[in-house]
């Protein structure tokens, strides 16, 4: 089964990305390669895209 999300809604850019907003998903998923491992080369060429949600749709496939 495989399954999908469309996601629609205003999108803002955060360039470079907050560490804080990095720690953030570290901490929400449960790993810690978001936070760690940047250079500061990595991360002044890095961009992090926020979605505000406004609509959803989603779907699964079976085969």
Known sequence: MRSYVSVSGPVT???PPPM???VA???KYGR????TGWTEA????A???VVRAERWIAWADWD
Not at 32 to 35: I, N, P, T, V
Not at 42 to 45: I, R, V, Y
């Open 20 to 22: 804080g907003d990095l």
């Open 13 to 15: 850019s955060r360039r």
């Open 25 to 27: 998903l570290d901490e």
């Open 32 to 35: 810690r390669d978001f936070s």
């Open 42 to 45: 990595d991360l002044a060429a």
């Open 47 to 49: 961009v992090m895209l």
